[in-house]
């Protein structure tokens, strides 16, 4: 499809003063742009005009589908040298998209070693398409057990007379995660995925955004943007709720450090009983004056930035601590370029997988604080294993399932 952006002017104007006007037309994901200046000619029964549209489109597809439209400056930005890259975008604009009819490498760059020592994951991000891939339109990212790496490890420690090293469990428990580090960063705009996120006992599935540069320093000092994230779980009770796949959160990580992270005040979650089963909706809004968070088109949650901006939100100045965002605008850290991550992690020790937790017919096989945290979870491959169908018939409904991805322009 296509469309034109148009010019508003007086019945009067059309004949009399000539005009410039930026027109844009945008088809398949690319944006054709051209200032015209124009007048109009005058005469009974004339019909005139200049009009764009894309060569591969017949005149009979476009009269149906272009429609006219005043094109309103919007305040997103896209980093330079990212793709589509514009100095301006008209209020509404699709600016970034994949549709994944095939899995575009340039613009999705894979982790290949877990970059986030804090949690102390179990799996090791690789770029294999047993773990990312594409089919029928819909991009794939799943967890996978390498039994033979396993034992690749133990003959190597074997040879060597080396004791074994538990964390090396981690080797072959491999996933994917994919970043658009490179290819595109953007501040403000409205960010919408539809996706199926995967089941499976200690799966964390994430779609979320991270600062492309720390500009106010490290992690959470940045800033973090967590468009959806979950538990495999089918049932991981805590408190007396089910914080499984059944329930999905979206948040904002910002303070001074770990332990000064208020994410509590910009939390919010969804509870139905298909996120794991059907595909949903899952929208952010980000302007200079805040945040909002949708799924399917409904409101979630929403926060309005203050004068004194995150550091009000989050209390701070109860603590006694220096305002890393004294003098900037109130959206900081929010007011820098972001990217889009996606990736299936599994486990770790950071406490996302309470210890008081109960999960479904067996109990959590590690503690948060052992050291030997990853092999206890490996040795307990029997009872987790099973709720990975990568290997059955189903074996999809353990990946991460996404649909599209479109970035529009506030």
């Known amino acids: ?51 764009l549209a894309p060569a591969d489109i017949a005149y009979g597809e476009c009269h149906d589908l272009c429609h006219l439209k005043k094109c309103t400056d919007s305040f997103t930005r896209v980093r330079k040298n990212s793709v589509n890259y514009k100095r301006r975008y008209c209020s509404g604009q699709l ?27 179990f799996q090791w991000y690789v770029n294999s398409r047993e773990n990312s891939y594409v089919s029928n339109g819909i991009l794939y990212i799943r967890p996978t057990v390498d039994l033979r790496e396993q034992e690749r490890i133990k003959k190597y420690f074997d040879y060597w007379h080396l004791p074994y090293n538990p964390y090396y469990a981690r080797d072959i428990i491999h996933s994917a995660r994919i970043n658009t580090m490179y290819s595109m960063s953007f501040k403000y705009g409205r960010l919408e995925v539809r996706a199926k996120l995967p089941t499976g006992d200690w799966l964390w599935p994430a779609i979320w955004l991270m600062p492309r540069d720390n500009v106010y320093g490290n992690w959470p000092l940045s800033g973090e943007i967590d468009l959806v994230e979950a538990h495999g779980n089918r049932e991981l009770i805590l408190d007396g709720v089910n914080i499984g796949v059944n329930t999905v959160g979206q948040t904002l990580h910002f303070g001074m450090d770990r332990t000064n992270n208020a994410w509590r005040k910009a939390h919010f979650t969804k509870s139905r009983p298909n996120f794991g089963t059907e595909f949903h909706n899952y929208t952010m809004i980000w302007s200079p004056q805040g945040f909002e968070f949708y799924i399917n088109k409904r409101l979630t949650g929403s926060i309005n930035v203050p004068d004194d901006g995150f550091w009000e939100i989050g209390e701070f100045a109860k603590k006694n601590l220096t305002n890393p965002w004294e003098k900037q605008p109130p959206i900081a850290p929010f007011d820098q370029y972001f990217y889009i991550i996606m990736n299936v992690a599994v486990g770790g020790n950071s406490y996302y997988f309470p210890d008081n937790a109960i999960n479904r017919n067996y109990t959590k096989p590690w503690n948060n604080l052992s050291p030997t945290a990853a092999q206890d979870f490996y040795n307990a491959k029997r009872l987790w294993m099973p709720t990975w169908p990568y290997l059955n018939a189903n074996g999809e409904d353990s990946a991460l399932q996404i649909d599209y991805i479109r970035l529009y322009a506030l």
């Open 95 to 121: 600016i970034f998209n994949d549709e994944f009819t095939d899995f575009n490498l340039n613009i999705w760059n894979h982790v290949i070693t877990d970059l986030d020592p804090g949690n102390k994951l």
């Open 1 to 51: 499809m296509c469309y034109v952006r148009d010019v508003e002017m007086s019945h009067d104007a059309f004949d009399t003063l000539p005009f410039v006007s930026p027109y844009d037309v945008v088809h398949s994901g690319y944006l054709y742009s051209a200032d015209i200046r124009e007048k109009l000619p005058t005469g009974d029964w004339l019909w005139s005009g200049l009009w």
